[in-house]
């Protein structure tokens, strides 16, 4: 069992920056593979960044290529998406998640998913 916890959402104005972190619970948060998945108002959910297990591949969206970088500290077992550029677009509730590969997260299959922190971007 993996619980998820993500923090550093909040507001910040176009053109700033934001660092989002994903905290994990149990013992085997090498084994998965993370991602970030924003779900904006109406729309549905959708994966933005992915990371390997060990970290040595990284997998974004084309509409935050360049902008966003994900990371992990497997010894602190926390994930983090560095978010430079923000775009009022980017504006999200911002998911967290655990699955058994970066495919599997990017078709929204993970087996354990946070709560959600809030983006907001004014213009």
């Known amino acids: 069992q993996v619980q998820l916890v993500e923090s550093g959402g909040g507001l910040v104005q176009a053109g700033g920056s934001l660092r989002l972190s994903c905290a994990a619970s149990?013992?085997?948060?090498?084994?998965?593979?993370m991602g970030w998945f924003p779900q904006a108002p109406g729309k549905e959910r959708e994966f933005v960044a992915g990371?390997?297990?060990?970290?040595?591949?990284?997998r974004y969206a084309d509409a935050v290529k360049g902008r966003f970088t994900i990371s992990r500290d497997n010894a602190k077992k926390t994930m983090y998406l560095q978010m430079n550029s923000l775009k009022p677009e980017d504006t999200a509730v911002y998911y967290c998640?655990?699955?058994?590969?970066?495919?599997?997260?990017?078709?929204?299959?993970?087996?354990?998913w946070g709560q959600g922190t809030q983006v907001s971007v004014s213009s």
């Open positions: 998640s655990a699955g058994l590969t970066i495919t599997t997260l990017a078709t929204q299959r993970g087996d354990y």
């Open positions: 149990g013992r085997t948060f090498s084994s998965y593979a």
């Open positions: 990371i390997s297990g060990i970290g040595s591949i990284t």
